[in-house]
C-alpha cells in the first residue's frame, strides 16, 4: 500500500497497490547512489521482469510515462558503507 506521500504525489487511493524498486546506480564502476521508484501496480505486470530500465519495461508494456516526479536527497556515506 502507498504511503501518504506517495499517494499524493500519484493521486492514488490508499486501497490501490504500489511497486517499489530499489536500485543501486553506477558511475565508472563505482556506487553511486540508491534510487527507489514507486510505480502504481497496475502499470508494471510483472516486477521481476525488469532487467534493466525501467522505462524500456514501462514502454514494451505499453505505459511509458509522459511525465515524472522525483525527489533527491543527498548524504555523505563514510567509509564503512563504502
Known amino acids: 500500500m502507498p504511503h501518504e506521500d506517495e499517494r ?4 492514488l487511493s490508499s486501497e490501490q497497490e504500489v511497486v517499489r524498486f530499489y536500485r543501486l546506480r553506477y558511475a565508472d564502476g563505482n556506487p553511486m547512489a540508491l534510487e527507489m ?3 502504481p501496480s497496475r502499470y508494471i505486470v510483472n516486477p521481476f521482469a525488469m532487467e534493466g530500465s525501467l ?3 514501462l514502454e514494451k508494456q505499453g505505459c511509458r510515462p509522459v511525465r515524472a516526479f522525483q525527489r533527491l536527497r ?5 567509509e564503512q558503507y563504502a
Open 37 to 39: 521508484a514507486t510505480i
Open 8 to 11: 499524493n504525489a500519484l493521486q
Open 74 to 78: 543527498a548524504i555523505s556515506i563514510d
Open 55 to 57: 522505462y524500456a519495461l
